[in-house]
């Protein structure tokens, strides 16, 4: 129920990220600063700290509306803003956001005589009221679970019906080419301003849920990490598709908690690792004969480590999960994992690089190598790791696809006629 609340955040952040960026085309990078201010909004109007406990269906149309506010204005001060200037712009507007949370905790107002603690500094806040809606208050994981998905339902909906209307066109239109849709009498600075105004309002709202959730808020939730995996998953998904945004949220939010158990990311990995030597030999011939070249050079690996007197450890002692079971006869792992796992690691990052320059028949011939060594780094170095671990795989899974389908999973190729 935990991931799966997470996964409704993520979704719900995701569709309002996706109306900025895949619908309007505006690249703000301060987009969760809207989301850690309807957090600590909540917090704020329904706890202790100002002894302002709002019943529910008060607070959250205020915090929609006091975020919509602060959407308008980033939206005023850079809607002469493109490209990379309005990414500049609204970072800064993120991390300044950030800061503005760690010390806004001993505030210096002219009708106090002591400092005012606003935010709690990094700390953050506690003791938010739990939801509570006609009469029913929110107790558990399970309760968000099922308002969330009745949240990310009617918005999903909202935006369908939004982007069929004359303000999703053109939206879709200044996202395509802002110049071409002013000649065509597009207001372009209002709708861009209104576009950064519905994303705010439903990061707030998403924040609301959030703050909910876990009873407070803090910095730390609203911090550049999260961003980047907010647009991995627009990206993924395919930038201004409705069904993309949610399958990109489910990847990205889903697929580090499978990968917090290594036998999960163990067998994450070689479907990976499978699936691209599929795509990339795209005949059963091909496959069958790296295959059998890679078991064979594990074998000879095995040989030589044993013939220079390098010291294995036992099987029960690295092995993890089913695969790993598997490969104990075949896999040869050293005593000293961390230093022959830094040394692979080196070899299959160059050996990546140095693959993607050569000629197909010598792509080849190295490729079982390649394949042998990324099986030796994952289980004798990045199992190790799980935290760094689930990164690289995540950065892998993306590079990959942008290479094969830049446009995402479901996002529509775009072409340009010169």
């Not at 085309?25 to 309807?38: N, P, S």
């Not at 695969?323 to 040869?332: D, M, V, Y």
Request: hydrophobic share 60%; glycine share 10%.
């Amino acid at each position: 129920m935990r991931i799966g609340v997470n996964l409704g955040l993520f979704a719900l952040l995701a569709l309002g990220l996706n109306i900025v960026v895949g619908y309007a085309g505006l690249l703000d990078l301060g987009y969760v600063a809207f989301y850690g201010f309807g957090a600590y909004a909540y917090v704020m109007l329904s706890s202790d700290k100002f002894g302002l406990h709002l019943p529910t269906v008060v607070t959250i149309p205020i915090v929609i509306a006091m975020t919509c506010v602060l959407g308008l204005a980033l939206g005023l001060s850079s809607r002469r803003l493109l490209g990379d200037y309005l990414a500049i712009v609204t970072l800064f507007f993120g991390q300044m956001f950030v800061e503005l949370l760690l010390s806004a905790d001993a505030l210096d107002l002219p009708w106090s005589k002591e400092p005012v603690d606003l935010t709690g500094g990094a700390n953050g806040l506690s003791g938010a009221d739990p939801f509570s809606l006609f009469g029913f208050t929110f107790t558990s994981n399970t309760h968000y679970y099922y308002l969330l998905l009745a949240m990310i339902a009617l918005l999903t909906l909202a935006i369908y019906r939004i982007n069929a209307s004359r303000i999703g066109r053109a939206w879709r239109a200044i996202g395509e080419d802002p110049l071409a849709a002013e000649a065509m009498t597009i207001p372009v600075k209002h709708l861009k301003i209104l576009a950064f105004v519905v994303g705010a309002g439903i990061a707030g709202m998403s924040g609301t849920v959030f703050a909910a959730v876990q009873l407070g808020a803090y910095p730390t939730n609203f911090d550049l990490p999260l961003l980047i995996l907010l647009y991995a998953a627009v990206i993924l998904g395919g930038s201004g598709s409705l069904h993309g945004a949610l399958v990109g949220a489910a990847v990205m939010s889903v697929l580090p908690e499978l990968l917090r158990a290594p036998e999960w990311g163990e067998v994450l990995f070689f479907v990976v690792l499978a699936l691209g030597l599929v795509f990339t030999l795209r005949g059963w011939k091909l496959i069958l004969a790296v295959g059998a070249a890679v078991v064979a050079i594990g074998f000879l690996v095995n040989g030589a480590l044993f013939g220079l007197g390098v010291a294995d450890l036992p099987a029960s002692e690295w092995t993890q999960g089913p695969i790993s079971e598997a490969l104990g006869r075949w896999l040869f792992v050293p005593q000293d994992r961390m230093l022959w796992g830094n040394i692979a690691f080196l070899l299959l990052v160059a050996g990546a690089a140095v693959l993607t320059l050569l000629e197909r028949r010598w792509r080849l011939i190295l490729l079982p190598f390649m394949a042998w060594l990324a099986i030796f780094v994952w289980e004798v170095r990045l199992v190790m790791d799980a935290s760094i671990t689930r990164q690289l795989i995540i950065a892998s899974l993306l590079i990959i696809l942008m290479i094969a389908r830049p446009q995402g999973i479901f996002g529509k190729p775009r072409v340009e006629v010169l």
